[in-house]
T-cell receptor, first 110, second 112 residues
Framework: RKEVEQDPGPFNVPEGATVAFNCTYS??????FFWYRQDCRKEPKLLMS???SGNEDGRFTAQLNRASQYISLLIRDSKLSDSATYLC???????????FGKGTMLLVSP | NAGVTQTPKFQVLKTGQSMTLQCAQD?????MSWYRQDPGMGLRLIHY???????DQGEVPNGYNVSRSTTEDFPLRLLSAAPSQTSVYFC???????????FGQGTRLTVV
């Protein structure tokens, strides 16, 4: 079983739509959780960290369920500029390495 | 602030050639890592380092060597390039107390 699993998509949504991505991880000892964004042929960039209490950053909301080993990302009021691949990422207990999911592609159309 | 700098950005090698991908960071980060990204595979960890003089293997280390003689630099060596090493390579760094990882712009390597 892959350590971090995501639906590859693509998710095709119109501008203004709400879209949700899910991710599951297999290592119960994972300590930290993140969503990264990667634009085509560019390097990944941190979108937001994910906390057990849930956290929000503008139109983006992330949730973590440790019991189910499940992470989610909700994007409200989608913009054309949100089109990208969203990577679910977990770190090991020593925080020294990151494990990436394969990513979920989002395409926002006018 | 340059962040993480990778060189070269593009490279074509012949099978059997060796080369070194360079990675340098100016943020005094202790943790540095090399990943490769292939279509449909996501980013996979090749080697990583938690400080100068300390390196360890990741998920896909075969065919690659690393060393960490300084905090700033973490070069990745391909010993004898193979077509299977055609990929995009990313170097990343982070401070132990910071959740954020910073990535270089990547090196696109083709082995023919």
């Amino acid at each position: 079983r892959k350590e971090v699993e995501q639906d590859p998509g693509p998710f095709n949504v119109p501008e203004g739509a709400t879209v949700a991505f899910n991710c599951t991880y297999s290592n119960s000892a994972s300590q930290s959780f993140f969503w990264y964004r990667q634009d085509c042929r560019k390097e990944p960039k941190l979108l937001m960290s994910v906390y057990s209490s849930g956290n929000e950053d503008g139109r983006f909301t992330a949730q973590l369920n440790r019991a189910s080993q499940y992470i989610s990302l909700l994007i409200r009021d989608s913009k054309l500029s949100d089109s990208a691949t969203y990577l679910c990422v977990v770190s090991n207990s020593g925080y020294s390495t990151l494990t990436f999911g394969k990513g979920t592609m989002l395409l926002v159309s006018p | 602030n340059a962040g993480v700098t990778q060189t070269p950005k593009f490279q074509v090698l012949k099978t059997g050639q060796s080369m070194t991908l360079q990675c340098a960071q100016d943020m005094n980060h202790e943790y540095m890592s090399w990943y490769r990204q292939d279509p449909g595979m996501g980013l996979r960890l090749i080697h990583y380092s938690v400080g100068a003089g300390i390196t360890d293997q990741g998920e896909v280390p075969n065919g690659y060597n690393v060393s960490r003689s300084t905090t700033e630099d973490f070069p990745l060596r391909l010993l004898s390039a193979a077509p299977s090493q055609t990929s995009v390579y990313f170097c990343a760094s982070r401070h132990p107390s910071d959740r954020r990882a910073f990535f270089g712009q990547g090196t696109r390597l083709t082995v023919v």
